[in-house]
């Protein structure tokens, strides 16, 4: 510690201890404050100890150390910046240091000793002033401890109505499941299995739509909004690209190992050879685009909300819901056999990678769209 005298910070006189004293009163005050300069690793005040002076932090840092249950270790709690105003509490109660307070680095403090001073009435206008001071930080931790519980309590209501959707999801996919051996019977009679997914599609959106209908106001949280909808558009255009590209790549290699005589582009895979393919796979390109704003809208909304259920209990939120919500996005594709279900897997993944990266539905239903139907009714997946 330096005694050595440097000149009081007219910033002291600002503060809101001083609010309320005469000039006469500042300027006894002022007479018995010392300003002390101290460095790295000394000690302000020692946890336990008796004191009877006031403290304002002109410059640097301090570090607020409580000690431990075996009291050898200190624990730090806390630490003082600039401006900061201590040893109201043991002054106005007259008890014990509570905490020890260290030089973290090199600090000057304004020290006023109220042992020093003798005149009662000004000691009577310190301890109403402390008496303010400590009435206004308790209304302020009162207010910070509301506002605390009230988000405390919103994001419970959130977690609770995202834990309802998810199980509403969950009831439908165990019953798509359960309906698994009509899904096999509806494919020999429609001219796609594509379209057994729409009954699905339908009954998942439902659910969806209805849990956003009680999140009015959060749609942007879940990625839905029209803001720089161009932007969007480009966005999912840009990601649809390289795994088309690699899909195509993937198909040629598969084709010329296993000698097949399939074709690159093959539109029989996704319609009956006795149809008018070119009609029927330019339609059915449609459909699967506006479907994709359904299947997506389901997938993201799942996704979104999977993460909001973890995130108060797990830092990985993000990828468990990438997890969960593209196992379930994969498991209603099982009716179209054994390869769809993890090709729908690994497309879901990379949506939804799409979906933490930029938080746009939007992106990931043109993606979705330009993927699936390219990949699927003109490329051909071979099942």
């Known amino acids: 510690m330096n005694n050595e005298r440097i000149s009081i910070n007219p910033n002291f006189l600002n503060h809101e201890f001083f609010q309320k004293f005469t000039d006469s009163e500042k300027a006894e005050l002022l007479d018995k404050c010392r300003a002390v300069k101290f460095s790295p690793g000394e000690v302000v005040l020692q946890e336990g100890t008796n004191n009877s002076s006031l403290f304002y932090l002109d410059a640097g840092v301090l570090s607020v150390t409580k000690k431990g249950t075996d009291d050898l270790q200190e624990v730090e709690i806390t630490t003082l910046n600039t401006g900061a105003f201590f040893g109201e509490m043991s002054v106005l109660r007259g008890v014990p240091v509570s905490a020890t307070i260290k030089a973290h680095d090199d600090v000057n403090l304004f020290i006023i000793n109220l042992d020093h001073i003798e005149n009662e009435n000004v000691i009577q206008a310190v301890k109403l002033a402390l008496g303010d001071i400590l009435v206004y930080r308790l209304e302020k931790t009162n207010q910070d401890v509301q506002m605390r519980n009230e988000r405390e309590l919103r994001l419970l209501d959130i977690q609770s109505s995202a834990a309802r959707f998810l199980i509403a999801n969950f009831i439908v996919l165990s019953l798509y499941i359960i309906s698994l051996p009509m899904a096999d019977w509806f494919t020999k009679v429609l001219p796609t299995d594509s379209l057994v997914s729409l009954f699905f599609i339908v009954i998942f959106s439902i659910v969806t739509l209805f849990f956003l209908r009680g999140e009015r106001g959060r749609f942007a949280e879940y990625g839905i909004s029209l803001n720089h909808v161009t932007s969007q558009i480009k966005t999912g255009v840009i990601w649809s690209i390289p795994p088309i590209l690699l899909y195509i790549a993937i198909k040629m290699f598969y084709l010329n190992s296993s000698n097949l005589e399939e074709e690159l582009f093959d539109f029989s895979s996704a319609v009956a050879p006795d149809t008018s393919r070119f009609i029927i796979v330019a339609g059915l390109s449609v459909m699967y685009l ?68 930029r938080g746009s539905y939007i992106s990931c239903v043109v993606c979705h769209g330009l993927m699936g139907s390219v990949i699927i009714f003109f490329v051909g997946v071979p099942y």
């Open 290 to 357: 506006v479907f994709s704003f359904a299947q997506e809208i389901v997938r993201c909304v799942v996704q979104k909300a999977t993460e909001i259920y973890e995130r108060g209990s797990s830092k990985h939120a993000p990828l468990i819901a990438l997890f969960v919500a593209n196992i379930m996005f994969a498991a209603t594709h099982s009716h179209l056999g054994p390869i769809f279900p993890i090709i729908a897997f690994i497309a879901g993944m990379y949506w939804g990678t799409l979906y933490i990266i």
